[in-house]
């Protein structure tokens, strides 16, 4: 990922997707969709709604995180540690 600081591009070594784990592993695992892009701006500067919806849905395939919608445009995130969700069509 790359951010742009007074010009000058800057290069991050640590994948947005482990940044986001840290985060949720630092407010006890459960965290707002807008507290997370705060959060991911303080480290990464801007990040848009299509790279966090891909980190999302990455993590939430890997079984790593569950994303559930509170209001038209809030979501939860949550760490999954050893929850286990159906998919339709499971039940």
């Given amino acids: 990922m790359k951010s742009r600081r007074r010009g000058i591009s800057v290069w ?3 994948p947005i997707k ?4 840290e985060i949720l ?5 459960r965290i707002s969709e807008s507290e997370l892009r705060e959060k991911i701006k303080n480290i990464y500067g801007e990040a848009s709604t299509s790279i966090i919806n891909r980190v999302l849905m990455s993590l939430e395939i890997d079984g790593l995180v569950h994303v559930a919608p509170v209001g038209i445009k809030e979501r939860i995130i949550e760490r999954t540690e050893g929850k286990a969700y159906l998919v339709v ?3």
Wanted: proline residues 0%; hydrophobic residues 45%.
């Fill in 25 to 29: 592993e630092e407010v006890g695992g």
């Fill in 89 to 91: 069509g499971e039940d």
């Fill in 12 to 14: 991050f070594a640590k």
């Fill in 18 to 21: 482990l940044a986001v784990l």
